[in-house]
T-cell receptor, first 115, second 118 residues
Framework: EADIYQTPRYLVIGTGKKITLECSQT?????MYWYQQDPGMELHLIHY???????EKGDLSSESTVSRIRTEHFPLTLESARPSHTSQYLC??????????????FGEGSRLTVL | AQKITQTQPGMFVQEKEAVTLDCTYD???????LFWYKQPSSGEMIFLIY??????QNATEGRYSLNFQKARKSANLVISASQLGDSAMYFC???????????????FGTGTLLAVQP
């Protein structure tokens, strides 16, 4: 069972508010990811991190930002939420070592609704 | 550019029967990996099975098997003896195998919604 946790699971917030989605993993994985998923649609990578102090933009442009100050923690922040940010945000981690499949372990997701 | 295509938006299957979920992929990389994930209505993504591009045999994990046809660039998921708990969204995904331990970014297909009927 994967040890990766996201909070909050559900968040309903008004336009213009600042929000932070938390993601923590206890597996010691160097690599972490944020995916965005609209209902019934595929996942799109919006941020990833190789390790501490390393963050990169993903394939889908996002107004959110991320930080990686500790190996186990990879929070995502929206400075000013808008209705277009309504979506599910999935955090994942992986450890691609020699011979590893390198599968991603996912958290349960954070469903964000911006009114 | 890499791409994953799942052409079945939804599938029905009777309980205890087998079902095949289709996945085709496009890549120019000689080395790659293919995954299947299950997403129940609760939202989490659950890893099911993996196939490496150089693996000689089709992958199997319990009731899940992967029908890997490299020349056709297809990696279909076969679920045997379907159970009601198998009702979920199923995503096919691909990663690039990069030397040196670089990131393990996955690209996903649009998914197939499987409904198992009693």
């Amino acid at each position: 069972e994967a040890d990766i946790y996201q909070t909050p699971r559900y968040l309903v917030i008004g336009t213009g508010k600042k929000i932070t989605l938390e993601c923590s993993q206890t597996m010691g994985h160097d690599k972490m990811y944020w995916y965005q998923q609209d209902p019934g649609m595929e996942l799109h990578l919006i941020h990833y991190s190789y390790g501490v102090n390393s963050t990169e933009k993903g394939d889908l442009s996002s107004e959110s930002t991320v930080s990686r100050i500790r190996t186990e923690h990879f929070p995502l922040t929206l400075e000013s939420a808008r209705p277009s940010h309504t979506s599910q945000y999935l955090c994942a981690s992986s450890d691609l070592g020699a011979g590893d499949r390198g599968e991603l372990f996912f958290g349960e997701g954070s469903r964000l609704t911006v009114l | 550019a890499q791409k994953i295509t799942q052409t079945q938006p939804g599938m029905f299957v009777q309980e205890k029967e087998a079902v095949t979920l289709d996945c085709t992929y496009d890549t120019s990389d000689p080395s790659y990996g293919l995954f299947w994930y299950k997403q129940p209505s609760s939202g989490e993504m659950i890893f099911l099975i993996y196939q490496g591009s150089y693996d000689q045999q089709n992958a199997t994990e319990g009731r899940y098997s992967l029908n890997f046809q490299k020349a056709r660039k297809s990696a279909n998921l076969v679920i045997s003896a379907s159970q009601l708990g198998d009702s979920a969204m199923y995503f096919c995904a691909m990663k690039r195998t990069v030397l040196g331990g670089a990131t393990n970014k996955l690209i996903f297909g649009t998914g197939t919604l499987l409904a198992v009927q009693p």
